[in-house]
Protein backbone atom coordinates (compact mmCIF):
# COMPACT_ATOMS: atom_id res chain seq x y z
CA UNK A 1 0.00 0.00 0.00
CA UNK A 2 1.52 3.49 -1.01
CA UNK A 3 1.25 6.98 -0.36
CA UNK A 4 0.35 9.20 -3.10
CA UNK A 5 0.60 13.37 -3.56
CA UNK A 6 -1.60 14.89 -6.63
CA UNK A 7 -0.40 18.15 -8.03
CA UNK A 8 -2.99 20.15 -9.45
CA UNK A 9 -6.84 20.44 -8.83
CA UNK A 10 -8.56 20.80 -11.93
CA UNK A 11 -10.35 18.76 -14.86
CA UNK A 12 -7.69 16.01 -14.43
CA UNK A 13 -6.74 16.09 -11.26
CA UNK A 14 -10.31 15.32 -10.10
CA UNK A 15 -10.58 12.55 -12.61
CA UNK A 16 -7.29 11.19 -10.51
CA UNK A 17 -8.38 12.02 -7.00
CA UNK A 18 -11.74 10.17 -7.92
CA UNK A 19 -9.89 6.97 -9.50
CA UNK A 20 -7.12 6.77 -6.89
CA UNK A 21 -9.79 6.95 -4.15
CA UNK A 22 -11.20 3.81 -5.80
CA UNK A 23 -8.53 2.06 -5.37
CA UNK A 24 -7.60 2.05 -1.42
CA UNK A 25 -5.61 -1.40 -1.53
CA UNK A 26 -3.30 0.48 -3.75
CA UNK A 27 -3.59 4.10 -2.36
CA UNK A 28 -3.72 3.98 0.90
CA UNK A 29 -3.07 7.59 1.65
CA UNK A 30 -4.06 10.24 -0.94
CA UNK A 31 -3.14 14.33 -0.46
CA UNK A 32 -4.41 16.69 -3.39
CA UNK A 33 -2.89 20.12 -3.50
CA UNK A 34 -2.56 22.97 -5.86
CA UNK A 35 -2.38 26.24 -6.22
CA UNK A 36 -6.29 26.90 -5.01
CA UNK A 37 -7.05 24.84 -1.89
CA UNK A 38 -10.60 25.66 -2.35
CA UNK A 39 -10.53 23.75 -5.07
CA UNK A 40 -8.90 20.54 -4.09
CA UNK A 41 -11.28 20.44 -0.91
CA UNK A 42 -14.25 20.79 -3.63
CA UNK A 43 -13.05 17.75 -4.68
CA UNK A 44 -12.39 15.59 -1.65
CA UNK A 45 -15.87 16.57 -0.87
CA UNK A 46 -17.19 14.68 -4.07
CA UNK A 47 -15.19 11.36 -2.52
CA UNK A 48 -16.53 8.29 -0.38
CA UNK A 49 -13.11 7.98 1.70
CA UNK A 50 -11.24 11.05 3.17
CA UNK A 51 -8.18 12.04 1.59
CA UNK A 52 -5.97 15.24 2.63
CA UNK A 53 -5.60 18.60 0.85
CA UNK A 54 -3.07 21.27 0.78
CA UNK A 55 -2.13 24.67 -1.09
CA UNK A 56 1.35 24.61 -3.00
CA UNK A 57 2.89 27.06 -5.56
CA UNK A 58 4.43 23.97 -8.09
CA UNK A 59 6.27 26.35 -9.69
CA UNK A 60 8.64 27.00 -6.17
CA UNK A 61 10.83 23.86 -5.84
CA UNK A 62 11.29 25.12 -1.83
CA UNK A 63 7.41 24.78 -1.63
CA UNK A 64 7.65 21.71 -3.29
CA UNK A 65 9.80 19.72 -0.89
CA UNK A 66 8.39 21.34 1.88
CA UNK A 67 5.05 19.59 0.89
CA UNK A 68 6.80 16.55 0.01
CA UNK A 69 8.27 16.24 3.42
CA UNK A 70 5.42 16.86 5.14
CA UNK A 71 3.12 13.78 3.36
CA UNK A 72 5.76 11.61 2.60
CA UNK A 73 4.49 10.23 -0.39
CA UNK A 74 6.15 7.63 -2.48
CA UNK A 75 4.91 9.11 -5.70
CA UNK A 76 3.54 12.81 -6.94
CA UNK A 77 1.22 12.51 -9.80
CA UNK A 78 1.97 15.79 -11.37
CA UNK A 79 -1.58 17.05 -13.12
CA UNK A 80 -0.77 21.04 -12.74
CA UNK A 81 0.50 22.43 -16.00
CA UNK A 82 3.88 21.33 -18.18
CA UNK A 83 5.46 24.61 -16.75
CA UNK A 84 5.64 22.94 -13.23
CA UNK A 85 7.23 19.88 -14.17
CA UNK A 86 10.93 20.11 -14.01
CA UNK A 87 10.06 22.41 -10.64
CA UNK A 88 8.18 19.37 -9.57
CA UNK A 89 11.09 16.55 -10.80
CA UNK A 90 13.37 19.11 -8.72
CA UNK A 91 11.52 18.38 -5.62
CA UNK A 92 11.34 14.33 -6.67
CA UNK A 93 15.07 14.70 -6.73
CA UNK A 94 15.75 16.49 -3.61
CA UNK A 95 13.57 14.60 -1.40
CA UNK A 96 14.37 11.32 -3.60
CA UNK A 97 10.28 10.51 -4.67
CA UNK A 98 8.86 8.67 -7.42
CA UNK A 99 7.39 11.10 -10.21
CA UNK A 100 4.48 10.71 -12.55
CA UNK A 101 2.99 13.55 -15.44
CA UNK A 102 0.42 13.36 -18.34
CA UNK A 103 2.36 16.30 -20.61
CA UNK A 104 6.09 17.53 -21.26
CA UNK A 105 7.31 20.43 -20.50
CA UNK A 106 6.63 23.48 -21.82
CA UNK A 107 8.43 27.22 -20.67
CA UNK A 108 6.13 29.61 -21.19
CA UNK A 109 7.36 32.07 -23.55
CA UNK A 110 7.52 29.03 -26.57
CA UNK A 111 5.04 26.20 -27.27
CA UNK A 112 7.77 23.28 -28.30
CA UNK A 113 6.52 19.78 -26.73
CA UNK A 114 9.67 18.79 -26.45
CA UNK A 115 11.15 15.91 -24.33
CA UNK A 116 14.65 16.71 -24.32
CA UNK A 117 14.43 19.10 -20.85
CA UNK A 118 12.90 15.78 -18.97
CA UNK A 119 15.22 13.46 -20.68
CA UNK A 120 18.27 15.06 -19.73
CA UNK A 121 16.98 14.06 -15.77
CA UNK A 122 17.54 10.51 -16.59
CA UNK A 123 21.05 9.93 -15.32
CA UNK A 124 20.04 11.89 -11.46
CA UNK A 125 16.88 10.17 -11.81
CA UNK A 126 19.27 6.41 -11.92
CA UNK A 127 21.53 7.73 -9.18
CA UNK A 128 18.94 8.57 -6.78
CA UNK A 129 17.23 5.40 -7.29
CA UNK A 130 14.23 6.89 -8.24
CA UNK A 131 11.65 6.52 -11.56
CA UNK A 132 9.94 9.38 -13.55
CA UNK A 133 7.19 8.21 -15.46
CA UNK A 134 6.49 10.47 -18.70
CA UNK A 135 3.13 11.23 -20.45
CA UNK A 136 0.49 9.00 -18.43
CA UNK A 137 -2.33 10.52 -19.99
CA UNK A 138 -4.19 9.20 -23.35
CA UNK A 139 -2.44 10.70 -25.72
CA UNK A 140 0.47 10.62 -24.71
CA UNK A 141 -0.22 8.08 -22.37
CA UNK A 142 -2.07 5.17 -23.71
CA UNK A 143 -1.66 5.55 -27.60
CA UNK A 144 2.29 5.02 -26.16
CA UNK A 145 0.93 1.88 -24.44
CA UNK A 146 -0.95 0.75 -27.88
CA UNK A 147 2.10 1.68 -30.10
CA UNK A 148 3.62 -1.24 -27.42
CA UNK A 149 1.00 -3.71 -27.61
CA UNK A 150 0.69 -3.75 -31.19
CA UNK A 151 4.84 -4.40 -31.41
CA UNK A 152 4.33 -6.92 -28.89
CA UNK A 153 1.80 -8.81 -29.72
CA UNK A 154 0.31 -8.46 -33.66
CA UNK A 155 4.42 -6.94 -35.90
CA UNK A 156 7.49 -7.36 -36.31
CA UNK A 157 8.09 -4.44 -37.59
CA UNK A 158 6.28 -1.29 -36.63
CA UNK A 159 6.12 0.85 -40.57
CA UNK A 160 3.40 3.26 -40.64
CA UNK A 161 1.68 4.99 -37.43
CA UNK A 162 -1.36 7.08 -37.12
CA UNK A 163 -3.14 8.01 -33.93
CA UNK A 164 -6.44 9.50 -34.16
CA UNK A 165 -7.84 11.34 -31.64
CA UNK A 166 -12.06 12.05 -32.12
CA UNK A 167 -13.50 13.76 -29.83
CA UNK A 168 -17.69 12.72 -30.97
CA UNK A 169 -18.55 15.14 -28.09
CA UNK A 170 -20.78 18.29 -27.94
CA UNK A 171 -20.31 20.73 -24.72
CA UNK A 172 -23.19 22.96 -26.35
CA UNK A 173 -21.26 26.04 -26.06
CA UNK A 174 -20.15 28.72 -28.92
CA UNK A 175 -16.86 27.90 -28.22
CA UNK A 176 -14.90 26.32 -25.34
CA UNK A 177 -11.54 23.57 -25.25
CA UNK A 178 -12.11 20.61 -23.43
CA UNK A 179 -8.71 20.78 -21.59
CA UNK A 180 -6.68 23.98 -20.13
CA UNK A 181 -7.18 26.51 -22.85
CA UNK A 182 -3.88 27.98 -22.88
CA UNK A 183 -2.54 24.49 -23.66
CA UNK A 184 -4.83 23.34 -26.15
CA UNK A 185 -4.60 26.41 -27.86
CA UNK A 186 -0.91 26.79 -27.84
CA UNK A 187 -0.61 22.93 -29.09
CA UNK A 188 -3.02 23.44 -31.91
CA UNK A 189 -1.80 26.45 -33.23
CA UNK A 190 1.77 25.65 -33.53
CA UNK A 191 3.01 24.27 -36.89
CA UNK A 192 2.40 20.64 -37.45
CA UNK A 193 5.59 18.39 -37.62
CA UNK A 194 4.93 14.45 -38.16
CA UNK A 195 7.69 11.98 -39.02
CA UNK A 196 8.88 11.30 -42.78
CA UNK A 197 11.99 8.68 -43.42
CA UNK A 198 13.84 9.48 -40.53
CA UNK A 199 13.24 12.95 -39.92
CA UNK A 200 10.11 15.52 -38.54
CA UNK A 201 8.92 17.47 -41.64
CA UNK A 202 7.14 20.46 -40.41
CA UNK A 203 3.71 21.80 -42.36
CA UNK A 204 1.42 24.87 -41.54
CA UNK A 205 -1.11 24.02 -38.32
CA UNK A 206 -4.03 22.56 -39.52
CA UNK A 207 -3.08 22.50 -43.19
CA UNK A 208 -3.59 18.46 -43.67
CA UNK A 209 -6.92 17.04 -43.09
CA UNK A 210 -9.10 13.74 -43.64
CA UNK A 211 -11.98 12.26 -43.01
CA UNK A 212 -11.88 9.32 -40.85
CA UNK A 213 -15.48 6.97 -39.79
CA UNK A 214 -15.37 5.96 -36.19
CA UNK A 215 -16.24 2.68 -35.59
CA UNK A 216 -18.98 1.36 -33.51
CA UNK A 217 -21.31 4.38 -34.50
CA UNK A 218 -19.16 7.02 -33.10
CA UNK A 219 -19.74 8.67 -36.36
CA UNK A 220 -17.61 10.21 -39.34
CA UNK A 221 -15.54 12.91 -38.65
CA UNK A 222 -13.02 15.50 -39.96
CA UNK A 223 -9.57 15.50 -38.62
CA UNK A 224 -6.23 17.39 -38.81
CA UNK A 225 -2.98 16.66 -38.68
CA UNK A 226 -0.87 18.49 -36.19
CA UNK A 227 2.11 17.71 -34.17
CA UNK A 228 1.35 15.53 -30.68
CA UNK A 229 4.48 14.82 -28.33
CA UNK A 230 4.64 11.56 -28.47
CA UNK A 231 5.30 11.31 -32.11
CA UNK A 232 8.73 12.08 -30.63
CA UNK A 233 9.32 8.87 -28.03
CA UNK A 234 7.64 6.76 -30.52
CA UNK A 235 9.96 7.54 -33.55
CA UNK A 236 12.67 7.20 -31.32
CA UNK A 237 11.98 4.17 -29.46
CA UNK A 238 10.50 2.91 -32.14
CA UNK A 239 13.26 3.04 -34.30
CA UNK A 240 11.85 1.18 -37.97
CA UNK A 241 9.07 3.61 -38.17
CA UNK A 242 9.29 5.14 -41.54
CA UNK A 243 6.15 7.96 -41.26
CA UNK A 244 4.26 8.83 -37.86
CA UNK A 245 1.61 11.64 -37.73
CA UNK A 246 -1.61 12.18 -35.08
CA UNK A 247 -4.76 13.76 -36.32
CA UNK A 248 -7.56 15.26 -33.78
CA UNK A 249 -11.06 16.09 -35.15
CA UNK A 250 -12.24 19.59 -34.89
CA UNK A 251 -16.12 20.89 -35.46
CA UNK A 252 -16.25 23.39 -38.27
CA UNK A 253 -17.29 25.93 -34.95
CA UNK A 254 -14.04 25.26 -33.34
CA UNK A 255 -12.19 26.13 -36.63
CA UNK A 256 -13.92 29.14 -37.20
CA UNK A 257 -13.42 30.62 -33.47
CA UNK A 258 -9.94 29.56 -33.76
CA UNK A 259 -9.67 31.28 -36.74
CA UNK A 260 -11.05 34.64 -35.81
CA UNK A 261 -9.18 34.68 -31.98
CA UNK A 262 -6.19 33.85 -34.47
CA UNK A 263 -6.93 36.70 -36.42
CA UNK A 264 -7.18 39.13 -33.98
CA UNK A 265 -4.11 38.26 -31.73
CA UNK A 266 -5.91 36.43 -29.01
CA UNK A 267 -4.24 32.99 -29.04
CA UNK A 268 -0.74 35.42 -28.98
CA UNK A 269 2.01 33.84 -26.53
CA UNK A 270 4.13 37.02 -25.74
CA UNK A 271 3.22 39.53 -23.23
CA UNK A 272 1.63 42.98 -24.88
CA UNK A 273 0.83 46.28 -22.94
CA UNK A 274 -2.24 47.09 -21.42
CA UNK A 275 -3.17 49.89 -19.68
CA UNK A 276 -0.15 49.86 -17.86
CA UNK A 277 0.73 46.25 -17.15
CA UNK A 278 1.84 43.51 -19.41
CA UNK A 279 -0.28 40.48 -19.73
CA UNK A 280 -0.43 37.59 -22.46
CA UNK A 281 -3.43 37.21 -24.86
CA UNK A 282 -3.88 34.10 -24.58
CA UNK A 283 -3.90 33.88 -20.90
CA UNK A 284 -6.26 36.71 -20.87
CA UNK A 285 -8.51 34.46 -23.34
CA UNK A 286 -8.47 31.50 -20.76
CA UNK A 287 -9.83 33.83 -18.03
CA UNK A 288 -12.79 34.59 -19.99
CA UNK A 289 -13.53 31.27 -21.67
CA UNK A 290 -15.46 27.94 -20.04
CA UNK A 291 -13.69 26.24 -17.35
CA UNK A 292 -13.41 22.68 -19.27
CA UNK A 293 -13.59 21.25 -15.73
CA UNK A 294 -16.80 22.57 -15.51
CA UNK A 295 -18.12 20.64 -19.07
CA UNK A 296 -19.42 17.42 -17.98
CA UNK A 297 -22.59 18.96 -16.95
CA UNK A 298 -23.58 19.66 -20.51
CA UNK A 299 -21.47 17.46 -22.62
CA UNK A 300 -23.07 14.36 -24.82
CA UNK A 301 -21.38 12.18 -27.65
CA UNK A 302 -18.49 9.71 -27.28
CA UNK A 303 -14.51 9.94 -27.56
CA UNK A 304 -12.75 7.56 -29.67
CA UNK A 305 -8.93 7.81 -29.63
CA UNK A 306 -6.78 4.97 -31.11
CA UNK A 307 -3.73 3.76 -33.25
CA UNK A 308 -3.56 2.75 -36.84
CA UNK A 309 -0.32 0.97 -36.93
CA UNK A 310 0.90 -1.37 -40.40
CA UNK A 311 3.85 -3.00 -40.91
CA UNK A 312 5.18 -6.28 -41.55
CA UNK A 313 4.58 -9.45 -39.64
CA UNK A 314 6.52 -12.70 -41.01
CA UNK A 315 7.08 -10.98 -43.86
CA UNK A 316 4.12 -10.21 -44.88
CA UNK A 317 2.08 -6.51 -44.80
CA UNK A 318 -0.15 -6.27 -41.67
CA UNK A 319 -2.32 -3.70 -39.89
CA UNK A 320 -4.33 -3.44 -36.37
CA UNK A 321 -5.99 -0.46 -35.11
CA UNK A 322 -6.46 -0.34 -31.40
CA UNK A 323 -8.74 2.41 -29.95
CA UNK A 324 -11.06 3.22 -26.70
CA UNK A 325 -14.09 4.41 -27.15
CA UNK A 326 -15.35 6.59 -24.17
CA UNK A 327 -19.22 8.14 -23.47
CA UNK A 328 -19.03 11.87 -21.81
CA UNK A 329 -21.94 11.53 -19.69
CA UNK A 330 -20.95 7.58 -18.22
CA UNK A 331 -18.18 9.88 -17.09
CA UNK A 332 -19.89 12.62 -15.82
CA UNK A 333 -22.53 9.98 -13.57
CA UNK A 334 -18.75 7.98 -12.24
CA UNK A 335 -16.77 10.98 -11.25
CA UNK A 336 -18.31 14.22 -12.34
CA UNK A 337 -16.33 15.12 -15.36
CA UNK A 338 -16.33 15.06 -19.33
CA UNK A 339 -14.39 12.11 -20.96
CA UNK A 340 -11.59 14.46 -22.09
CA UNK A 341 -10.25 14.75 -18.11
CA UNK A 342 -11.20 11.13 -17.63
CA UNK A 343 -9.10 9.38 -20.45
CA UNK A 344 -6.65 11.39 -19.21
CA UNK A 345 -7.06 10.75 -15.36
CA UNK A 346 -7.89 7.20 -15.36
CA UNK A 347 -4.03 6.28 -17.62
CA UNK A 348 -2.40 8.74 -14.82
CA UNK A 349 -4.11 6.32 -11.83
CA UNK A 350 -2.80 3.50 -14.03
CA UNK A 351 0.36 4.55 -14.53
CA UNK A 352 0.81 5.14 -10.84
CA UNK A 353 -0.57 1.94 -9.90
CA UNK A 354 1.96 0.55 -12.31
CA UNK A 355 4.79 1.84 -10.36
CA UNK A 356 3.42 1.67 -7.07
CA UNK A 357 2.80 -2.34 -7.39
CA UNK A 358 6.71 -2.85 -8.79
CA UNK A 359 5.04 -3.77 -12.10
CA UNK A 360 7.13 -0.75 -13.29
CA UNK A 361 9.42 0.18 -11.08
CA UNK A 362 13.15 1.05 -12.41
CA UNK A 363 15.00 3.90 -11.57
CA UNK A 364 15.35 6.58 -14.19
CA UNK A 365 13.23 8.52 -16.88
CA UNK A 366 10.94 6.61 -18.90
CA UNK A 367 7.93 7.02 -22.00
CA UNK A 368 5.09 4.78 -21.75
CA UNK A 369 5.95 2.81 -24.20
CA UNK A 370 9.57 1.36 -22.67
CA UNK A 371 7.58 -0.81 -20.19
CA UNK A 372 5.68 -3.93 -20.70
CA UNK A 373 2.64 -2.86 -21.92
CA UNK A 374 0.47 -6.44 -21.28
CA UNK A 375 -0.75 -5.46 -17.12
CA UNK A 376 -1.23 -1.64 -17.95
CA UNK A 377 -3.43 -2.88 -21.17
CA UNK A 378 -5.30 -5.02 -18.75
CA UNK A 379 -5.46 -2.42 -15.98
CA UNK A 380 -7.27 -0.51 -18.57
CA UNK A 381 -10.03 -2.68 -19.05
CA UNK A 382 -11.15 -3.06 -15.33
CA UNK A 383 -10.21 0.40 -14.35
CA UNK A 384 -12.99 2.31 -17.03
CA UNK A 385 -10.85 2.63 -20.57
CA UNK A 386 -11.90 -0.93 -22.11
CA UNK A 387 -10.05 -1.31 -25.26
CA UNK A 388 -10.55 -2.98 -28.92
CA UNK A 389 -8.45 -4.09 -31.35
CA UNK A 390 -9.38 -4.80 -35.09
CA UNK A 391 -7.33 -5.93 -38.27
CA UNK A 392 -6.33 -3.13 -40.50
CA UNK A 393 -8.58 -4.79 -43.33
CA UNK A 394 -11.60 -3.46 -41.77
CA UNK A 395 -10.96 0.10 -41.21
CA UNK A 396 -11.14 1.68 -44.35
CA UNK A 397 -9.46 4.73 -43.98
CA UNK A 398 -6.02 5.17 -45.73
CA UNK A 399 -4.04 8.41 -44.20
CA UNK A 400 -3.04 9.24 -48.02
CA UNK A 401 -6.36 9.79 -49.28
N1 LIG B 1 -1.86 13.26 -21.94
C1 LIG B 1 -3.11 13.60 -22.12
O1 LIG B 1 -3.89 12.85 -22.71
C2 LIG B 1 -3.63 14.90 -21.59
C3 LIG B 1 -4.93 15.33 -21.97
C4 LIG B 1 -5.45 16.49 -21.38
C5 LIG B 1 -4.67 17.21 -20.48
N2 LIG B 1 -3.40 16.80 -20.18
C6 LIG B 1 -2.57 17.55 -19.24
O2 LIG B 1 -3.15 17.45 -17.94
C7 LIG B 1 -2.77 18.58 -17.16
C8 LIG B 1 -3.98 19.13 -16.44
O3 LIG B 1 -4.96 19.54 -17.37
P1 LIG B 1 -6.36 20.14 -16.88
O4 LIG B 1 -7.26 20.18 -18.05
O5 LIG B 1 -6.77 19.45 -15.63
O6 LIG B 1 -5.91 21.64 -16.55
P2 LIG B 1 -6.66 22.68 -15.55
O7 LIG B 1 -8.10 22.32 -15.45
O8 LIG B 1 -6.26 24.03 -15.99
O9 LIG B 1 -6.00 22.34 -14.14
C9 LIG B 1 -4.66 22.65 -13.85
C10 LIG B 1 -4.53 22.70 -12.34
O10 LIG B 1 -3.16 22.96 -12.02
C11 LIG B 1 -3.13 24.00 -11.04
N3 LIG B 1 -1.89 24.77 -11.15
C12 LIG B 1 -1.49 25.57 -12.16
N4 LIG B 1 -0.32 26.16 -11.85
C13 LIG B 1 0.02 25.70 -10.62
C14 LIG B 1 1.11 25.94 -9.77
N5 LIG B 1 2.11 26.76 -10.10
N6 LIG B 1 1.12 25.31 -8.56
C15 LIG B 1 0.12 24.48 -8.19
N7 LIG B 1 -0.94 24.22 -8.96
C16 LIG B 1 -0.98 24.81 -10.16
C17 LIG B 1 -4.31 24.86 -11.36
O11 LIG B 1 -4.60 25.66 -10.25
P3 LIG B 1 -5.72 26.85 -10.30
O12 LIG B 1 -6.99 26.10 -10.20
O13 LIG B 1 -5.41 27.69 -9.13
O14 LIG B 1 -5.53 27.54 -11.64
C18 LIG B 1 -5.36 23.81 -11.71
O15 LIG B 1 -5.97 23.31 -10.54
C19 LIG B 1 -2.10 19.55 -18.14
O16 LIG B 1 -0.71 19.45 -18.03
C20 LIG B 1 -2.54 19.04 -19.50
O17 LIG B 1 -1.60 19.34 -20.51
C21 LIG B 1 -2.87 15.64 -20.70
Redesign the pocket.
Known sequence: MARVLI???????QVVAHKCAQVPEVFEYICL????QS?CDAIAGQLTRPIDTAQ????NVAEMVALINDTTPDLVIN??????DLSIMDACLETGTHYL???NYEPRDTAKFEYHWQWAYQEKFKEKGIMALL?S?????VTNVFTAYAAKHHLDEIEYLDIVDVNGGDHGKPFATN??PE?NIREVTAPCRHYEDGAFRETPAMSRKSTFTCPDGVGEYTIYRMYHEELESLTRHFSGIKKAQFWMSFSPNYINHLQVLQNVGMTRIDEVEYQGRKIVPLQFLKAVLP???DLGQTTKGRTCIGNIIRGKKDGKDVGVYIYNICDHEACFREVGSQA??Y??GVPAMVGAMMMLTGKWMTPGVFNMEQMDPDPFMEKLNIHGLPWKVVESATIGWNPED
Do not use: E, H, M, W
Not at 33 to 36: D, E, G, L, Q
Not at 56 to 59: C, I, P, S
Open positions: IGAGGVGASRTKVDADVALPYQDTAGGFDPGFNINPGISTT
